[in-house]
């Protein structure tokens, strides 16, 4: 016999399913689309921002060093969009989705700001502060911990 959804309990304390729908990993959700276009559009944009206006150091070799440091930061931010990807596969409200999808394209943005050596110390101070709020919105998610353990 077969079990619908109908046919799962209720948990007494958020009143979802104890079994949470999920999009495949290739399915193109409208949150999964927006995610797309803001990242392209602001990886395009991060580049003109920058026009002129990078940091002059006089040490090459700690020039190098930073933008390795940037480049670590940009393989992270991208393990953060392949995370934040998959969840907007599954139902998340779009007051949530559309938090999600700001603090990856600011991550992701500054992790390239950080490369190119422009406004070293704010976009340091904002690529962090973009992994914290991705990392505070995941911990209050209600639904990703059912996810996660599937």
């Given at each position: 016999?077969a079990?619908?959804?109908?046919?799962?309990?209720?948990?007494?304390?958020?009143?979802?399913?104890?079994?949470?729908?999920?999009?495949?990993?290739?399915?193109?959700?409208?949150?999964?689309?927006?995610?797309?276009?803001?990242?392209?559009?602001?990886?395009?944009?991060?580049p003109?921002?920058?026009?002129?206006?990078?940091?002059?150091?006089?040490?090459?070799?700690?020039?190098?060093?930073?933008?390795?440091?940037?480049?670590?930061?940009?393989?992270?931010?991208?393990?953060?969009?392949?995370?934040?990807w998959?969840?907007?596969?599954?139902?998340?409200?779009?007051?949530?989705?559309?938090?999600?999808?700001?603090?990856?394209?600011?991550?992701?943005?500054?992790?390239?700001?950080?490369?190119?050596?422009?406004?070293?110390?704010?976009?340091?101070?904002?690529?962090?502060?973009?992994?914290?709020?991705?990392?505070?919105?995941?911990?209050?998610?209600?639904?990703?911990?059912?996810?996660?353990?599937?």
């Amino acid at each position: 016999m077969a079990i619908s959804h109908e046919d799962i309990p209720l948990t007494p304390v958020d009143r979802t399913p104890a079994v949470v729908a999920r999009a495949p990993v290739s399915a193109l959700t409208p949150a999964r689309i927006v995610l797309g276009v803001a990242i392209l559009g602001a990886l395009l944009m991060a580049p003109l921002l920058t026009l002129g206006d990078s940091a002059v150091l006089n040490d090459p070799e700690l020039a190098n060093l930073l933008r390795f440091m940037g480049a670590v930061k940009l393989v992270l931010a991208s393990i953060v969009v392949a995370g934040v990807w998959w969840r907007l596969g599954g139902e998340v409200d779009a007051a949530r989705s559309l938090a999600y999808i700001g603090a990856v394209t600011l991550l992701l943005v500054t992790g390239l700001f950080i490369v190119m050596l422009y406004r070293l110390p704010q976009s340091v101070a904002v690529y962090h502060g973009a992994a914290l709020a991705t990392l505070a919105l995941a911990l209050q998610d209600r639904n990703l911990p059912k996810l996660l353990l599937r």
